[in-house]
Nanobody
């Protein structure tokens, strides 16, 4: 499976960030995978933001739950992340990744596929 993140590289504070993960050579509905969004701010470790299962169930990091939304488009085989009310603290490289078991951790070793990541900077 191949994953590719896309979206704006620069977002203004208070706006909503929207990123898309395009999945190829595999289907997002394949049992029993989980598709996660993970971000890594500069100088910090990876942070799991949330996930969506092959059946469409969503899971969110409690620290972000009020601002994050993950959805999918089966026809396009894509996973979308939306993060509202962004601040400069949301500046990070954002990744989508696939795991065969559910995890709320951002450790790369827990996932069998990762995208290359996309840099997002929040600045006015």
């Amino acid at each position: 499976v191949q994953l590719q993140e896309s979206g704006p590289g620069l977002v203004k504070p208070s706006q909503t960030l929207s990123l898309t993960c395009t999945v190829s050579v595999g289907l997002i509905t394949t049992k029993f995978y989980y598709w996660s969004w993970i971000r890594q701010p500069p100088g910090k470790g990876p942070e799991w933001m949330g996930a969506i299962s092959n059946s469409g169930t969503t899971y969110y990091n409690p620290s972000l739950k009020s601002r994050v939304s993950i959805s999918r488009e089966i026809y396009n085989n894509t996973i979308t992340l939306q993060l509202s009310s962004v601040t400069p603290d949301d500046t990070a490289v954002y990744y989508c990744a696939r795991s065969a078991t559910f995890t709320q951790r951002g450790d790369r070793s827990l996932y069998d596929s990762w995208g290359q990541g996309t840099q997002v900077t929040v600045s006015s």
